[in-house]
């Protein structure tokens, strides 16, 4: 499947019909999601209404940790099989996902202050999410850091790959260490432990997130595709030039 | 293995030549610490408090300008084409540059940490097993900084780039390092933080020589 979608007019053909789809599915998983999320689900016993910080944290960081996976794979394909839109994926995702990270922070710290008394902890969760902010931004800054673009992915990929480690301490660190943060309650062995009236908007708001995530990667995808074409139409009329 | 003899003798000597460089990264380390408790105050209680803290990012602050030198030079002379043209395996060769780097870089500031402690009000209790979080911790942070100098080898603006890099996934190192000093300072079991370092330590060697080979190569087509 990978080997069709190498072509970057038959990518493009295919993203076209997917974009447009993915903006639909967003528009119909927010709606409702936020409308669960904010008016339709129960408060928590303990902290009343501020836990519908969660329908935002909690997605957030889902997709924070799967956009970094993601391109952990585009680096991937583009080191070991050399596929040609590979590194334009991951540049594509890196923005989407950083802010993804950022936003987790920042709701993270702002649910913190009045349910743990603390804008932050340097526990082992926050201070592994922070490091994946930070990965992501160097990710950014060593990209575009060359003058040729492909020792920026192949830079890029290789880091990548390098800060893969820090996913499953993400993930696990709630388990491993002792942290304020709670401990895992949807993706665990042994199935959810929340209830269907907070799991439900829960998934919505993940599913609006994820098909978000898909549609700007598309869209981004999309124009730096374009750039490309552009500076090789620039490159071959600059040689054809030349030869006059 | 008399590549790698070579590979060895050649850094520590252009290391040795180029002394004023190794020197000027002790005087950097020295300085971190001697700013510290004059910006603190000198009273000892709260020094010894943060001295292994400081102890390590001064270690890490120290290491990161050198960083750079690691393979910048290679890189403008053509020797890069030669590490690549040796018959052993790159990874090797890579591993033999980590091993030059410390001896030039880690070892130094290992050795001197005793005498900069004094500076911090580090009691002596426990140096023995700061020292070897110190040794064992500067080789991870300079496998780190490995990976970074090969991923920027013609980069603009490479310094800062391997610092953006190099900090971020430094820091388990100076948490366990510095909870391994702490310990050991207070005289407690140093054990658990200082099985983490080495762990993080041994999990970096496995993937170093292997992720600078890779970026060297990119670098040199």
Known sequence: MFDYLANPARFQRIANVIRPLAWLIFIITLLPGLYYAFFNSPADYQQGETVRIMYIHVPSAWMALMGYVLMALMALFYLVWKHPLADIAARSMALPGAAFAFITLVTGSLWGAPMWGTWWVWDARLTSMLILLFLYIGYMVLVDSFDREDRGSKAGAVLLLVGVINIPIIKFSVDWWNTLHQGASVIRIGGPLIDASMLIPLLLMAAAAKWWFIAITLIRMRTLMGERRLQSRLASRREGGAHD | ?221
């Open chain 2, 1 to 221: 293995m008399q590549a790698q003899w070579a590979v060895l003798k050649r850094d520590l000597l252009l290391g040795w030549r180029g002394l004023s460089d190794t020197i000027a990264g002790i005087s950097f380390f020295v300085m971190i610490i001697a700013l510290v408790p004059l910006a603190v105050g000198p009273d000892t209680a709260t020094l010894t408090v943060i001295a292994p803290a400081i102890l390590w990012i001064a270690a890490l602050l120290a290491t990161l300008p050198q960083m750079e030198r690691l393979f910048a030079r290679d890189d403008a002379e053509g020797g890069l084409d030669h590490l690549l043209m040796i018959p052993a395996p790159l990874p090797l060769t890579v591993l033999t540059k980590i091993a030059a780097a410390w001896l030039l870089i880690g070892l130094p500031l290992t050795l001197t940490a005793p005498l900069l402690g004094m500076m911090l009000a580090l009691p002596l209790a426990g140096m023995a097993m700061v020292m070897l979080a110190l040794a064992i911790g500067t080789f991870g942070l300079l496998m780190l900084g490995m990976i970074a100098a090969a991923l920027v080898l013609g980069a603009r603006r490479g310094g800062v780039l391997i610092a953006i890099l190099v900090l971020p996934l430094a820091m388990p190192i100076l948490i366990f390092g510095v909870a391994t000093s702490q310990a050991a300072m207070l005289g407690e079991n140093a054990m658990p933080p200082f099985q983490f370092l080495l762990a993080l330590v041994l999990l970096l060697l496995a993937i170093t020589p292997w992720a600078t080979a890779m970026s060297l190569r990119h670098a040199a087509e």
